[in-house]
Structure formats: C-alpha cells, structure tokens
C-alpha cells in the first residue's frame, strides 16, 4: 500500500506515464468470422485523473493516449491499474521540483518508508533496527564487554557507560533527526530494567547538551520488556496489541503536537499562530517562519492541485521556508486525523518564531486604498 500512497502523491495531471498493458483486439476474417485475443502492449498516458482506493491498495490513472500505438487510438481514453512490482516509467509536466524528489526519494528509501526503529538489548548486546510495512532490516549490532557486578562496582559502572554511549553515538548516526517532523518512533526493548536504564542516559545527553532534536525524539520514544537482544524477540514484543496501539499513537505524534501548539498559541491569541493562504504566505515573507521554531504546516492535497501555477506557488513557499529561512516544513497527509484536521483551516498554517500582530490590518489597509 505504501508504494502506491507514494505514486499517488507523484503522479499528477498532464504528467506523461508509460507503462506495460493488456488490451483485448478482436479481428474480423475475409469470412465476417471475429476472434478477440489479449495482447501485451506499453501504453503513454497524459495524465488526467487518478484514483487510490486504500482499502484495495489500488491505483487507477487516467488519461489520453500521448503515442501512437496500434493498438489503442491517439487521444483515446485510457486507465491503468498500477500494482506492486509494476513497473512505470513517469515524466514530469512541469518539471521534478523539490516536492516531487522528495516524495520519490521517501518512496525508494527504505529507511525513510521506516514505521519505526527499534533497539533489542540486553548487557553487552544490543540490535538496532528499522521496521517497514513488510520487513525488518537489521542495521547494525553493537556488542562490548561488560565485568560482572560485584562488590566494587566502579569496573561495571565504567563499562555499561561506555556502552550506553556507543550505543547512543551509532544509533544517531543512523537516525536522521535534522529534521524533527521526520523523525520516527523510536522501541526500545529488553530483559529487565536496561532499555529504561538506556532511555535514562538518552535523557540526561539530552538535556545536559541542549539537544534539541534528541530532546524531539524523547516523547517518541516506547520502552518494553522483551526476553532477548535477539530479533526473534523483537518479534514477539511486537505481537503485543498495547505496544501497537502506543506505537501507532506516537506515529503521528510530531504532527499532533504541532497541532495542539497551534491551537493554543491561536486561543492566546499571541500573534505567532496563523492560517490560510494569504496570511502564512505574508507571514514567510516577513522572515517569521525560520530559524529559531518556525514552523510550516501544510496539506498534501495542496500539490495534488491541477492548477500548474498552483502547485508552483506552494512549492515556492516550502522552498523558501526550508531553504531561505531555515525553518522546519511537515507535509501532513491527508488520509491522517492530523491533515483532516489542517484541511479544516484551509490546508496550510504556520508558527512563528516573533508575534505579528497586525496581518489582518495590513489586509484592511491593502482593501481600502
């Protein structure tokens, strides 16, 4: 389903798609006799339309017939069904912008299609890996040396130290937490108390160094028992339904949280939450949303809109929020209760780092002159 979600966000109106077919000819003998057979053949398509179904996790596009075939009349309407393992071949209308690459690198990077990570451990061993929609991928296993406890514990204290921090080092070398609204839930699972023993040491780097982006990453963070370090035992903790129902939960938690701190500063009324259009489009043009905890929300649906000029206007704004400004940019999709509930205040909204308090003014002046 994830890969279809992906082709569904990419493929957009007058793109051309070129993929395989199967057209039914049927043939007319010297004799008036007619016969129909399949056949295979490779279709181009200007796109029109296109129609995911998530319950079937289909993928029907539309379109007009761009390349002469013989099989199927030029301009004629068409629609193709775009399955797993599928292949197509997909250019562009209007050019690959920043939005459209994004998309296609999350679709063909595994880490990216991640659910969520994982880290299975017990003293002196531990497994981190990521989770997709149909596999588990180990990327790394972390082994060290670590003394029996006894009555001097110094050697021990010493040891686990070191391996917490290692642990700590290899696993954000691997996490991508530049960007905060792309970082993903985090499991941590073991024999006793050491998956909490590590949260803690995560914790405490955290706050002692001012980590923003781990400290992002804290709240996403599940701790569980399990019996093992051993993948088989990551396994069975995630058969548990209150460990999925908590992850599901914290999947989104990025997006909610953002959400619920735009709606509060919009109750205060303190200047630094604004939606719509036009007033997030002059908000990023004062510079209010960059460095600092701006934040740009916006809808998915917005770059599936078949006005060219349209699309272009809300990836100039991603770009130079992202870009220009420094600011953190979360496309939130519509199939999720946190885009349903952006699309209700016109599909895209902003935080700001400085109050301003004088937008709707500005428009009054602009209205009267």
């Known amino acids: 389903m994830l890969i279809q979600w992906h082709a569904y966000n990419l493929i957009r109106p007058d793109d051309l798609l070129r ?3 199967v057209r039914r000819v ?3 003998s010297l004799a008036g006799a007619t016969s129909s057979t399949r056949v295979h053949t490779t279709l181009t398509l200007k796109v029109t339309n296109t129609d995911f179904d998530p319950q079937s996790s289909q993928l029907h596009v539309s379109g007009r017939v761009a390349e002469e075939n013989k099989y199927v009349p030029m301009h004629g309407y068409h629609t193709l069904d775009l399955e797993l393992q599928r292949q197509f071949t997909l250019e562009k209308a209007d050019g690959w912008d920043s ?3 994004q998309m296609l690198m999350e679709s063909v990077n595994m880490q990216s299609r991640a659910e969520l990570w994982a880290i299975v451990m017990q003293e002196g061993l531990a497994n981190i890996c990521y989770i997709t929609e149909h596999q588990t991928k180990l990327v790394q296993r972390i082994t060290s040396n670590i003394p029996k406890k006894r009555g001097d514990t110094r050697d021990y204290d010493k040891a ?3 391996y917490h921090q290692t642990l700590l080092d290899t696993l954000l070398r691997h996490l991508d937490l530049k960007n905060s609204g792309d970082a993903k839930p985090l499991l941590l699972a073991s024999p006793g108390f050491l998956a909490q023993n590590f949260y803690n040491y995560m914790k405490t780097v955290a706050q002692s160094s001012s980590n923003k982006p781990l400290l992002a990453l804290l709240p996403m963070v599940t701790v569980t028992h399990s019996s093992s370090a051993h993948l088989s035992a990551l396994a069975e903790v995630l058969k548990s339904p209150a460990i999925l129902n908590k992850l599901r939960n914290t999947r989104f938690a990025r997006e909610t949280q953002l959400l619920d701190t735009f709606y509060e500063s919009l109750r205060k009324d303190d200047g630094k939450a604004w939606y719509g259009p036009k007033e997030v489009e002059k908000c990023v043009e004062k510079g209010a949303v960059g460095r600092g905890g701006g934040v740009l929300l916006i809808s998915n ?4 809109s078949q006005d060219v000029r349209e699309r272009k206007r809300w990836v100039a704004l991603v770009d130079k929020v992202r870009e ?3 600011g953190e940019v979360r ?3 519509s199939a999720h209760e946190s885009g349903k509930r952006l699309e209700a205040l016109g599909g895209v909204a902003a935080l700001l780092t400085f109050p301003i308090l004088d937008l709707d003014d500005d428009e009054e002046a602009v209205d009267g002159t």
């Open 19 to 21: 993929a395989s077919a």
């Open 26 to 28: 049927v043939t007319e």
């Open 99 to 101: 939005i459209a690459i």
């Open 160 to 162: 686990i130290a070191k």
């Open 301 to 304: 649906e917005l770059f599936r």
């Open 324 to 326: 220009d400004e420094g």
């Open 331 to 333: 496309v939130l999709s």
